[in-house]
């Protein structure tokens, strides 16, 4: 169920990714010399609006996370090019990328693997401040105390370490710790996807209200249809590193053009008064990143391939105002 129907404003673009590729040499021999790639993120373009969140989808292996790792520049762009604030940053020296670092933040699946087991939360965050501002040592402690009460946690948590935490707790201190310098673009790899299902709608919720509080971008990394559509704006459908369709949620969830949006819609569990309706079976499994398939990524595994589309990739095609996807049969 959708909350709300804000709609971000297409006029500011906070950032934009232009065939953007990242693959990972495949080294042999006893040179270790490189005979193949393994093409995790081929040829993404999109732009992302301030105030949005845009969820990016697919099944496990489909290059997600590693599309969201290389635009924070974790992960050396292979080929492309990304603008943020009308910045080229993939060629900015390391002094000059520093300033981004405030700009663009991260919360990981895994709360607890990215927290210290052996420090205590308080110091955490405010290692952030100490690395990063010129804060005092009491006008840090204020502002971490500050930080804790943002995310619904009480000031004693500033002297407890990550183990004495639940897993929601522990999330919220990785969500304080993304919003600590105050950036403007954060991506959510998989944030909420280790939770309770209770849990997860806290955490949600904490999110959404940052969100309108900061005017925050979010890149809303997620296997869960049903999180996405309550959570995002606009969707973008991946398969084995390709863009295979993008739109609102409300053209994504009723109105799929892409065979493989329709089988993962499909497999979302969903009671129905007038009987189950037929889940789309896709056959095989994903082939391997390193040997893609020819013409469209999917027709080894799509339903309505034909000749073209072994042959032919599909191009990228806005079909709809703003809802774009590529398939021959769109």
């Known amino acids: 169920m959708k909350v709300t129907e804000k709609q971000p404003s297409t006029s500011n673009v906070l950032l934009e990714l232009n065939d953007v590729k990242k693959y990972f040499p495949i080294k042999g021999g006893?040179?270790?010399r490189v005979q193949g790639n393994v093409k995790a993120v081929e040829s993404i373009s999109l732009k992302v609006y301030a105030?949005?969140?845009?969820?990016v989808v697919g099944e496990s292996?489909?290059?997600?996370s590693t599309l969201g790792r290389t635009i924070l520049g974790l992960e050396e762009l292979t080929e492309g090019k990304i603008k943020f604030n009308d910045q080229e940053i993939q060629d900015l020296k390391k002094k000059e990328k520093k300033k981004f670092v405030k700009e663009m933040q991260m919360i990981f699946q895994d709360p607890y693997a990215s927290l210290n087991p052996r420090q205590r939360v308080g110091h955490a965050l405010d290692e952030v401040f100490r690395m990063h501002t010129k804060l005092g040592a009491?006008?840090?402690k204020s502002a971490v105390l500050d930080l804790l009460k943002e995310v619904g946690l009480k000031p004693e948590s500033y002297d407890r370490y990550p183990h004495e935490f639940s897993g929601g707790q522990r999330q919220r201190i990785g969500i304080a710790r993304?919003?600590?310098?105050?950036?403007?673009f954060i991506i959510c790899d998989e944030a909420v996807s280790a939770l309770d299902v209770s849990v997860q709608?806290?955490?949600l919720k904490l999110l959404k209200s940052l969100q309108e509080k900061y005017n925050l971008s979010y890149l809303f990394i997620s296997h869960d249809l049903?999180?996405?559509r309550y959570f995002c704006d606009r969707v973008l459908v991946m398969y084995l590193g390709n863009a295979v369709e993008m739109g609102t949620v409300d053209d994504i969830f009723k109105n799929p053009l892409h065979p493989y949006t329709q089988a993962l819609l499909s497999?979302?569990?969903?009671?129905?008064v007038h009987g189950r309706k037929e889940r789309v079976r896709l056959t095989g499994d994903m082939p391997n990143p390193a040997n893609p398939p020819s013409g469209c990524p999917f027709h080894t595994r799509c339903p309505l391939a034909q000749e073209v589309c072994v042959t032919d990739k599909p191009a990228w095609v806005e079909h709809e105002p703003n809802h774009f996807a590529a398939c021959h049969f769109a």
Request: aromatic residues 0%; hydrophobic residues 40%.
């Open 61 to 64: 292996g489909c290059g997600k």
């Open 226 to 228: 049903g999180v996405v």
């Open 178 to 184: 993304a919003i600590a310098l105050n950036p403007q």
């Open 201 to 203: 709608a806290q955490v």
């Open 138 to 140: 009491g006008e840090r």
């Open 267 to 272: 497999a979302i569990p969903r009671p129905s």
């Open 30 to 32: 006893i040179l270790k």
């Open 51 to 55: 105030g949005e969140s845009l969820g």
